[in-house]
């Protein structure tokens, strides 16, 4: 659809200025389109050298035989209200990624991963599972990684599906030839994998100013898969959306006790549990043991889908087990370290929530000690921050069972005149924890809840 088109790329700030240089040799012509306004002259003018155009404003979409935007982008804006007025084709950043994809890494297996929670767990553990006897490069918020070497290859990349081109770029550049590529996408897939992944659609949310779900784009994942692929779904999100693919292999998943799902929990504890699973003719279970290095019911859901994907894979019932038992926990997932004397809970990621915060301090409740908590955002590398009310409203509620409380990030900081005696700001996650400390002595509890990349 896009090969020897005249297309326009909506939205050069997430991902769209790699797309357009990407299809810049299978496009007839490739116009870009700085929907936000927020590239500046040098970037602009670096794209019109590689021999792109670009507009700041909405262009005519019916000088155009395609249009490609992302799936989060409001439908009202004028080029997209244009296009669906005069049936002007519309595809997602996600299918521009796959097209351009097609046909190429044949080489190697390609797992996406999408979903609301649970992503970047679920790839590092499979990644664990994975290479113990296969060759696998990762690609999450934590950045491209050999797990050969276990070496991070490129830092600083987001989870928009335009990201997964520079990621394969990177790794071809090295030379580097895996057996597996495991993706972490936000909101859906491209239709390439050879597996594709759905975690969970819980704490649905709205995207495209409102008018459609966050699971509508997770939805494609299932819509979108190629003819004899491999879907490793959720039960409930299977269930939700009512979508099933007689041409693809379909594998179920639960966190929850449900034996109608292949994969799921038999029992789960503080203290361990057992993961059963039915698939084909293949049956067996699973033993989980208990960690004193992360709290295991945040890894509930990352745990039965990386089993679910690696079972897909004929990985041994055993090697799984075993990477389960070994596993300490991934970074800024709730994981349970020591910092100068004290007990730091590690839960500042991309995909913090308020929610996750609540979670986070629960249990670092169940230790014995002084609490200071580290909360807000770092904004200039989230797109979506931590909602300065909802922190309000978490004050209010969570104060009194705090020792202190270090906000992080500028909007954060009218809210320290709350209470001036106890709460704090910092300008960073870095700088807040350095101040947690100092609020702190030796045994008592750090927990780190700030939204950010790392």
């Known amino acids: 659809m896009l ?47 590689y021999g792109i155009k670009t507009s700041q404003v909405p262009l005519n979409a019916r000088d155009f035989d395609i249009l490609i935007a992302p799936v989060h982008l409001d439908p009202g804006y004028p080029m997209l209200a244009e296009a669906e007025k005069n049936n002007i084709p519309v595809v997602s950043h996600h299918a521009a990624v796959g097209e351009i994809l097609s046909g190429r890494h044949q080489d190697h297996k390609v797992i996406e991963i999408t979903g609301t929670r649970a992503k970047t767990s679920t790839a590092l553990l499979l990644a664990e599972m994975l290479s113990e006897e296969l060759k696998v490069v990762s690609h999450t918020s934590r950045g491209v990684e050999d797990w050969s070497s276990r070496r991070i290859i490129k830092k600083g990349l987001s989870i928009t599906p335009a990201s997964i081109l520079l990621a394969l770029e990177s790794v071809e550049e090295e030379g580097n030839k895996p057996d597996v590529i495991i993706l972490e996408i936000s909101l859906g897939g491209t239709g390439n994998a050879d597996i594709g992944v759905i975690t969970t659609i819980a704490d649905d949310y709205k995207i495209a100013n409102n008018t459609r779900l966050a699971s509508d784009a997770k939805r494609k994942m299932i819509l979108d898969a190629k003819p004899g692929s491999t879907l490793v779904i959720n039960h409930d999100a299977l269930r939700f959306f009512g979508a099933c693919r007689r041409d693809v292999n379909i594998i179920s998943f639960s966190d929850s006790i449900n034996a109608a799902a292949n994969v799921y929990y038999e029992n789960l504890s503080s203290g361990g549990g057992t993961i059963a699973y039915y698939i084909d003719d293949r049956q067996g279970k699973i033993a989980i043991s208990a960690s004193s290095e992360y709290d295991l019911d945040s890894y509930k859901t990352a745990f039965v889908c990386a089993a679910a994907v690696a079972l897909a894979m004929d990985i041994k019932p055993h090697a799984i087990e075993r990477s389960l038992r070994e596993f300490k926990g991934a970074q800024g997932r709730m994981r349970k370290t020591s910092i100068e004397g004290r007990t730091l809970i590690d839960n500042s990621n991309s995909g913090l929530t308020l929610k996750t915060a609540e979670k986070a301090l629960g249990y670092a409740k169940s230790e014995s000690g002084r609490i200071v908590m580290v909360l807000g955002e770092e904004a200039k590398e989230v797109c979506e921050g931590l909602d300065p009310k909802g922190v309000e409203r978490f004050i209010d509620k969570r104060l009194d069972e705090l020792h202190a409380l270090v906000l992080v990030g500028e909007r954060m900081k009218p809210l320290v005149s709350k209470n001036i005696n106890k709460i704090y700001h910092a300008e960073d996650l870095s700088r807040g924890i350095e101040l947690a400390q100092q609020l702190t002595r030796e045994k008592d509890i750090i927990v780190s809840c700030v939204k950010c990349f790392r």
């Open 3 to 49: 090969r020897n088109s005249r297309a326009a790329v909506l939205d050069l700030t997430h991902g769209g200025s790699v797309i357009a240089r990407k299809l810049k040799n299978i496009a007839a012509s490739v116009t870009g389109v700085d929907v936000y306004n927020t590239l500046g002259s040098h970037e602009l003018k670096a794209l019109e050298t």
